[in-house]
């Protein structure tokens, strides 16, 4: 059996007063056409986001590489931030 969790959603009152006049499955089909709703809009933003930023600093990696910082010193730089709050903290 799937396990399910009750979840209460407050909505505007126009959207209320549309899902209360309604059978509860239809409400549930409300929801879950919602929920499909913002996945595909995230999908969209993800899509857009790897086009417009990471698809530019690729292609400049890829023109460039000695641009590129190795990943041991970009994590170093947080790491002795951190190392010497430790300290500071003692």
């Not at 505007?12 to 056409?33: F, S, Y």
């Amino acid at each position: 059996m799937t396990h399910r969790e009750r979840r209460t959603v407050p909505l505007p009152a126009e959207h209320a007063e549309h899902v209360a006049g309604r059978r509860l499955r239809i409400g549930k089909r409300v929801v879950r056409a919602g929920l499909r709703a913002l996945q595909e809009l995230e999908a969209a933003a993800i899509d857009q986001w790897s086009q417009d930023e990471v698809a530019p600093v690729y292609d400049a990696m890829q023109r460039e590489p000695h641009r590129a910082v190795p990943a041991g010193e970009v994590s170093a730089a947080p790491r002795a931030f951190m190392e010497s709050r430790k300290r500071v903290s003692r």
